[in-house]
């Protein structure tokens, strides 16, 4: 099993920043990709980016130049650099990881980001 702890959430005006946190725990070396996903009230849960066991990202359009990912493998933690935030940046954003060994994916419990404008 893996166990995923969000961190990092808050309020921000927009043009701020943040960094978000999301460490792992578990069986940790079977990850394969581990990323961010984010739910807006009254949406769906939408990719905001994630990244592979090899370093290759993959992003949203609504947040490509603005967000970066990153992951360091030797803290089991993976980060979310949100830069430029804007009021519909706003929302819950969840830790995900895949495991394709076991054809599962764990989530965290979330972490909420409000941008005010």
């Known amino acids: 099993q893996v166990q995923l702890v969000e961190s990092g959430g808050g309020l921000v005006q927009a043009g701020g920043s943040l960094r978000l946190s999301c460490v792992a725990s578990?069986?940790?070396?079977?990850?394969?990709?581990i990323g961010w996903y984010r739910q807006a009230p009254g949406k769906q849960r939408d990719l905001v980016a994630v990244?592979?066991?090899?370093?290759?990202?993959n992003y949203a359009n609504s947040v490509k130049g603005r967000f970066t990912i990153s992951r360091d493998n030797a803290k089991n933690t993976v980060y979310l650099q949100m830069n430029t935030l804007k009021p519909e940046d706003t929302a819950v954003y969840y830790c995900?990881?895949?495991?394709?060994?076991?054809?599962?994916?764990?989530w965290g419990k979330g972490t909420l980001v409000t941008v005010s404008s």
């Open positions: 578990g069986s940790t070396s079977i990850i394969n990709t």
């Open positions: 995900n990881a895949d495991i394709p060994v076991l054809g599962m994916d764990y």
């Open positions: 990244i592979n066991g090899g370093g290759s990202t």
